[in-house]
């Protein structure tokens, strides 16, 4: 088998093909060692012909293999050439070039299997070779001399559709890949005469094709792991950024000018990239512009030290540089790494023997067979025993004759491109001892690259949070040059992430160290949040007073044109003035009881506006002729896509209904949390750079009707987006008051809203402060099918409490196990059943953890904890609900609670707490009975004995399934939420 395969591709006319095929057969590289596979596509036979001759002529004794195929592009005709191709190794050659005597022989000599070869004009003897390839992008682009792996072209083929850049777009996706993030490029110069097609040359087309074509690599570059700007790696930025360096160069000779290349860049859909400014999408940052992109310093480090006692003690920021993607090679001289750096792929004690026995063998040829065993097992022992000793008795410089010589592949791994990264003296002894003369730095770099990557990279494990505590650390032992080179606000935004990570005491620590190096934190709104979080008393902060100042220092920064500072510092705010643990973590919500006063920061600042701000829908839906068929109707499912299921299958009779699940095109749709993302997006459209959108996705919105469930960050993308003339139809939920999306959403766009209780829907307009107005608004119930809960009770029901979907901190069990411990000291036969999944003890939400350490600690008192039946997730509910005769609702929050009307729907009678934070306006007692509604636990007990007592359960059960009938029913519902989508009066 031959080691290379030269895919040569040419159209069916080409008439160079002979002069291509002379010159592969001229190479220096022998015959037998490589394999010509030769690939025509379209119509003419000439370069048929010529390959023919070739084959018997100067090609003859070369493997030669020739296929017509029937492919539309180049990038097909190679990926019909990969198919073939039988060698480890694949390069390509134009069907139009003729390559110098010594090209496959260059690119053969230097072929590694984690790198791309690449042949290129030469840079001079001081430009490294091995490169990360986001380093070199422009050596990725266009056709020219390239070395692979055939693995990795068969695991990723060219794109077909594209015709003279399916190089770059080739390489964007290659090493996009996870298994690839460590590949390199050997830049290798090319030989004299080597052909070189660069893209971006000058050459004559159409200006509107130039654009269609650099428009169409950055669809291609900007797809599948790398859609959300937020996953993109390093080289996909690089190369995006040279697209739309391209794009200017066009844009400066366009008859229609830049402003034409822009909204054909708009238009494209591509996420992220909405205008030509390089800032957009050049993948680098400073100051505030890392939270949002990850930093483009060099990925590829090589940590050098004579102790591996200095490599152990950085070993946390070194496994977090590992886990973001960063490059870590370890060499050291003595001792023995801990467990989590030898899990590295590439780590490597010094050699001071060698390894071989067979210089040894050659001298042991007197005596015996046995005394020649003796002899060999003692050297092997000595050997292992001095590999080991030596090192730790015998200094680096004094052994560095031995090492030198003898580990070569210490000197292969200091050979590999990258940062070398000495951690103590002895490792520039290293160094010196292979000739490296790389430049050098330290602890202190090491650990301003982690805070830099920690910034936008930060998981939010505890591992992650002990990296940025060392880094951290270690940069506040050395003050006065941590404060020369480093921006305090790096602190800023590494504490900010652990804090939304709930690792509240490394942020604690990270917002001390800022502290002592830069002086008092100027954000507001993060200390009041810092405090707030960590357990201060809500009462005792003053979060609106502090939102107000971060929301003023936001209007400076839109001022002053610094859109990341004024994204960073909105989130924040929103952060604070929404966090969980001021609205669902109390038995009021501000939000509910004064939202004049505690949203005033929103509506008395520049942003607040902004974030409310109607822009220009991008398009314009083409009106549906009448008597065109049936309507159009395109739902977004929300964060929580449950609910919207029963909506769907209402309105399939009746319409033609896409569902469109931004949860799964990007993660950040998937939860409610206040999301930076979201937020800068939401200020890029309101100062006229709106969401890019690809053709599926403006097809899907270009329906009659789009319908959207929950008011979260969909809805606030959606109004961004949806084209003038679709209407818009949104259901609210209980939690959609209290969100910060509530807020961002262009409200001017709606046409009806749909709230489930009357009292939500005097929430929501209370606290949008009048955006409300003039937008149809209904109260629809959800639906509940009552007949598939109705079963026969049974005698245990009679004493049984129960609550559907209850280990959540709103939900408040402690308030059941308190009505729980009442029953019980009447009468021990009280039992309470909990349906649904515990609690989890491990949280990451604070808020989450201290209510299931309460509640578990609560149980253990020995009048409840014998009492109470754990069934845990299950998908036979009304089963399980004939053991329950009286349904509790205890949450302090609720905007209908549609587990509480199952169990009602099974003929448990209600027991509903007075949810404190809608008492005020009506809540649970304007929802149900007022004989269902009680305000403490000892209210709620003493109605369940006397009605338990009276003997008269059985007919408060039936009354309850009457009311529920009457109320909920889920026919009536589905049937009016129905109308009011389609529109229909």
Known sequence: MRDLSVVVSAHGSCDRVAACLGALAAQTLPADRFEVVVVLHGPGSSARDAVERAARGPLAGHEVELVDAVAGSPGAARNVGVGLARAPWTTFVDGTDAVAP?????????????RIVVS???????????????????????????????????????????????????????????????????LTPAPLGTPDHRTGAAVDVDPDAAVRSHLAVLTALTTGTQADPADRTAVTNALVAAEVADLRQVAETHPGGRAHVEAALRHAGIPGITSLDPAHVDGTADGFGLFHTPPSDARSLVVVAGSAGSVNAHARMLGFLARSGHGIRVLHYRGRLKQSLRRLPDTHRIEVLPTSLGWIESRLTAGGPRHRRIALRASQEGLRLGRRALPELVPARL?????????????????????????????????????????????????????????????????????????????????????????????????????????????????????????????????????????????????????????RHTDEALADGDLDRAAFLTTVALDLLFTRRLHTAETRSAIVSEPDTFLAPLRETEVGRLLGLRTP????????????????????PGAYPKFA??????????????????????????????DPVTV?????????????????????????????????????????????????????????TLSAWLHTAEWDKVDDVVF?????????????????????????????????????????ARTTLGMVGWAQQVKDPLWTLDVLAALRRQDPRWRLRLIGTDFAVDDPNPVEREAARAFHARLADPLVADGVDFVGYTTRLPEHLREVGWAVSSSRREG????????????????VRDWPVYAGIGGATGLFPADWVSTTPAEAAERILRVSGSGTWDDASGRTVDTVRERFSGTDSAERLRRIVLGER
């Open 896 to 911: 209908f609670h549609i587990g509480l009307v199952e169990m009602a729907a099974s003929g448990a009678v209600p027991v």
């Open 756 to 796: 489930p209780s009357d009292h939500l829907r005097r929430a929501a307009a209370a606290a949008l402060g009048g955006r409300l107005d003039g937008i149809r608004q209904h109260v629809v119930a959800n639906p509940v099918d009552v007949e598939r809960y109705v079963l026969p009770k049974t005698d245990a």
């Open 645 to 674: 299921s029963a909506v769907v299958a209402g309105l399939a009779e009746h319409a033609d209904v896409e569902v469109l699940d931004l949860s799964a095109r990007q993660k950040r749709f998937a939860n409610t949390g206040v």
């Open 399 to 551: 052994a560095a004759p031995a090492y030198g010589r003898v580990d070569t592949r210490a000197a292969a791994l200091l050979a590999e491109p990258g940062t070398r990264v000495v951690l103590d003296r002895a490792g520039s002894t290293l160094l010196r001892t292979w000739g490296d003369d790389s430049p050098t730095v330290g602890a202190h770099e090491l650990a301003g690259l982690v805070l830099r990557t920690a910034a936008s990279q930060l998981r939010g494990s505890l591992a992650d949070a002990h990296a940025a505590r060392a880094a951290s650390r270690l940069l506040r032992d050395q003050p006065a040059r941590t404060r020369v080179e480093l921006d305090p606000e790096l602190w800023t935004m590494v504490a900010y992430r652990l804090l939304r990570a709930g690792r509240l005491e490394a942020a604690t620590a990270l917002l001390d160290d800022r502290e002592a190096l830069f002086g008092e934190l100027p954000h507001p709104a993060l200390r009041a949040l810092h405090a707030v979080l960590t357990g201060v008393d809500p009462g005792t902060v003053d979060v609106v007073g502090a939102a107000r100042v971060t929301l």
């Open 102 to 114: 010594t090209h496959l022989e260059t690119l053969y000599a230097v072929r590694h299997r984690e």
């Open 680 to 736: 800068r997006e939401r200020l890029l459209a309101a100062t006229g750079h709106p969401p890019a959108l690809d053709l599926a996705t403006a097809e899907a919105l270009s329906a009659d009707v789009v319908f959207v469930d929950w008011a979260d960050k969909g809805l606030t993308w959606v109004t961004q987006v949806v084209p003038e003339g679709t209407r818009i139809v949104v259901r609210l939920h209980g939690v959609d």
């Open 617 to 636: 829908s991008p398009t314009t839906r083409q009106a549906t002729p009448p008597g065109s068929g049936r309507p159009r109707v395109t739902v977004l």
């Open 120 to 186: 290129t004009t030469p840079a001079g003897d001081d430009a490294p070779r091995h490169v990360a390839p986001h380093l070199a992008a422009e050596s990725l682009r266009g056709r020219r001399g390239r070395l692979y792996p055939t693995r990795w072209l068969v695991d990723t083929p060219f794109v077909e559709g594209l015709c003279g850049s399916e190089d770059t777009v080739l390489h964007g996706q290659l090493l996009s890949r996870f298994d690839r993030q460590f590949a390199e490029l050997d």
